[in-house]
């Protein structure tokens, strides 16, 4: 089992359209969450990061983490065609055993936003 | 403020062959880390840096991979010999607090051949 799952997708959605997108993780021990976006032949751009529970906006993006049930969500209010693109889910454990920080990702979710 | 660059954007090589990316950080961040993304997979943790020191080289999936850090500025991965598994897309990213805040470059992507 991956520690972190993402559904792939693909996912279209209308302009204007509230998309959610979501990831489930097992590892409890993760506390740093961020969400990557990644254009085509691009490296991932970081959107929002959150630590530990509870809900952080910027603008018209929201990151949710519920560490209880092991699920962070990315909400985007009034979807754009300049949003369609991967969406990554990463989290870290910075103080686990080798206090590397390091991330570990979900496989990404493809946005369409169709004008 | 310039981001991560990573030279080159892309590469093919042959089996067999030598092949080294480089990857710039962005300045002041000790924390570098590559990671690899092979074709249908999720990106996965290769190794950490700081500074010059490598802290977790766990991901590294054989000896035919080296990584280097001279001087804690710059860093390279070379790949020798090439196999034709090793072939993804190669991103740095650098922060400067471990295991928050990364910023990624745009990627090497490598095609052995």
């Known amino acids: 089992q991956k520690e972190v799952e993402q559904d792939p997708g693909p996912l279209s959605v209308p302009e204007g359209a509230i998309v959610s997108l979501n990831c489930t993780y097992s590892?409890?021990?993760?506390?740093?969450f961020m969400w990557y976006r990644q254009y085509s032949r691009k490296g991932p751009e970081l959107l929002m990061y959150?630590?530990?529970?509870g809900n952080k906006e910027d603008g018209r993006f929201t990151a949710q983490v519920d560490k209880s049930s092991k699920y962070i969500s990315l909400f985007i209010r009034d979807s754009q065609p300049s949003d369609s693109a991967t969406y990554l889910c990463?989290?870290?454990?910075?103080?686990?055993?080798?206090?590397?920080?390091?991330?570990?990702f979900g496989q990404g979710t493809t946005l369409q936003v169709k004008p | 403020e310039a981001g991560v660059t990573q030279f080159p954007s892309h590469s093919v090589i042959e089996k067999g062959q030598t092949v080294t990316l480089r990857c710039d950080p962005i300045?002041?961040?000790?924390?570098l880390y590559w990671y690899r993304r092979v074709m249908g997979k999720e990106i996965k943790f290769l190794l950490h840096?700081?500074?010059?020191?490598?802290?977790?080289e766990s991901g590294m999936p054989n000896n035919r991979f080296l990584a280097e850090r001279t001087g804690g500025t710059y860093s390279t991965l070379k790949v020798q010999p090439a196999e034709l598994e090793d072939s993804g897309v190669y991103f740095c990213?650098?922060?400067?607090?471990?295991?928050?805040?990364?910023?990624f470059g745009q990627g090497t992507r490598l095609t052995v051949v």
């Open positions: 990463a989290m870290s454990d910075l103080h686990g055993s080798s206090n590397t920080g390091k991330l570990i």
């Open positions: 990213a650098s922060s400067q607090v471990p295991g928050t805040e990364a910023f």
């Open positions: 300045s002041g961040h000790d924390n």
């Open positions: 840096f700081v500074k010059e020191s490598k802290q977790d």
């Open positions: 590892n409890s021990a993760f506390q740093y």
């Open positions: 959150t630590y530990s529970s």
